[in-house]
């Protein structure tokens, strides 16, 4: 009985060595990001889940997140905008050292109408994935369909037209890094012409200001899931720039 116990007490020391172990693994690879904040930004018709990936690798990274869930179908921009700058502004308060933003798609358009609007104090990087800051040539192509017409105002202000959402929004006055995909020619050509992600061209990427650009293999709904993304996306927070 006594070499029972024994080996009862083994099994139970050996568990509390390997969870301990695996502690220390995933001990943030920055302590001083420990006490940074990324505010989170998914893209248009998604919620706040298509982003727990990257949020996990931020987290893994030593950030703390708030990863902003929003409606965006059969929304206008106003209603968007005023339901998502109310949760930034709680999270803002919460925060108490530098806070950084993240954004995807819609997302990233999100952040900068925020930031053209907020002064942010203790405002650190940020950083926009797949954003088409220049609109997309899908919606012009298709602002007609039932589809697209049942998607609502948010969906269709995202046009390249002048007076459209996207190219209203101020130039960045902050650290500003663009991470853009790309994926092989498709049948979509005609639609969008030269590189693209699938949805969103590389040139409508791109913002006048910027303070740093990449051009990864990747689609545009695969980005948020993408290692690579997520790696670059820590780099720029850390360092201002990505590793080219």
């Known amino acids: 009985m006594i070499k029972f116990y024994r080996g009862v007490l083994l099994l139970f020391s050996l568990s509390l060595l390997a969870c301990a172990s695996k502690l220390s693994v995933a001990e943030p690879a920055n302590p001083l990001a420990s006490q940074e904040t990324v505010i989170l930004l998914h893209g248009l018709g998604r919620s706040d889940m298509a982003m727990w990936l990257l949020e996990h690798r931020l987290e893994n990274a030593g950030y703390k997140v708030f990863s902003i869930d929003y409606d965006s179908i059969q ?6 905008l005023g339901s998502v700058f109310s949760d930034i502004e709680k ?40 954003s088409p800051s220049n609109g997309t040539p899908v919606v012009d192509k298709y602002r007609d369909s039932w589809w697209m017409q049942f998607a609502g105002e948010m969906t269709l202000a995202l046009g390249t037209d002048d007076n459209g959402f996207a190219k209203s929004l101020p130039k ?15 049948s979509n050509d005609e639609i969008i012409p030269g590189a693209d992600d699938g949805l969103v061209p590389v040139e ?9 650009f990449i051009l990864l293999p990747i689609s545009h709904s695969a980005m948020r899931y993408d290692a690579d993304v997520a790696a670059q996306t820590i780099t720029y927070l850390r360092n201002g720039s990505f590793m080219h």
């Not at 929304?75 to 968007?80: A, G, K, L, S, Y």
């Not at 954004?103 to 940020?126: C, E, P, T």
């Open 75 to 80: 929304q206008t921009p106003n209603q968007v």
């Open 91 to 130: 999270c803002c308060k919460e925060a108490e050292a530098t806070i950084h933003f993240v954004g995807h798609s819609l997302g990233g358009l999100i952040i900068r109408a925020y930031l053209g609007q907020h002064d942010v104090k203790n405002l650190g990087k940020v950083v926009l994935i797949g």
């Open 172 to 186: 960045p006055d902050y650290s500003l890094g663009v991470i853009a995909g790309t994926v092989e020619r498709s």
């Open 204 to 212: 409508s990427t791109k913002i006048e200001g910027m303070s740093d």
